[in-house]
Nanobody
Framework: QLQLVESGGGLGQPGESMKLSCAAS????????IGWFRQAPGKEREGVSCISGSGGNTNYADSVKGRFTISKDSAKKTVYLQMNSLKPEDTAVYYC?????????????????????WGQGTQVTVSS
């Protein structure tokens, strides 16, 4: 059974850092692009970042570029989202999702594409 489980959310102050983890099970991580998405109350879901199955391609939303870093540890079947210089507007439920990508598709990722498997989400709240 394909499954993603997020962890690492919580309450932080502006300027602080937080690291989210997305643990995958039931599939080979390198055969999937992994994306991080977030949804704040009353707002549409937003694609935050993604990493290709190969790990060689990453993309970020303009709102987090330079502050967030996505990475993966294939041996641990885990994808991370390091969030630095947190802002109140980063407050949201964060989800990770997987999109099957084999062959040449392993080389790219795009949060605008449809993702097949979703985690349950983890709340991130940034407030002073």
């Amino acid at each position: 059974q394909l499954q993603l489980v997020e962890s690492g959310g919580g309450l932080g102050q502006p300027g602080e850092s937080m690291k989210l983890s997305c643990a995958a099970s039931g599939f080979t991580l390198d055969d999937y692009a992994i994306g991080w998405f977030r949804q704040a109350p009353g707002k549409e879901r937003e694609g935050v970042s993604c990493i290709s199955g190969s790990g060689g391609n990453t993309n970020y939303a303009d709102s987090v570029k330079g502050r967030f870093t996505i990475s993966k540890d294939s041996a641990k079947k885990t994808v991370y989202l390091q969030m630095n210089s947190l802002k109140p507007e980063d407050t949201a439920v964060y989800y990770c999702a997987a999109r099957r990508a084999v062959g040449v598709r392993r080389l790219r990722c795009d949060t605008r594409q449809n993702y097949d498997v979703w985690g349950q989400g983890t709340q991130v709240t940034v407030s002073s």
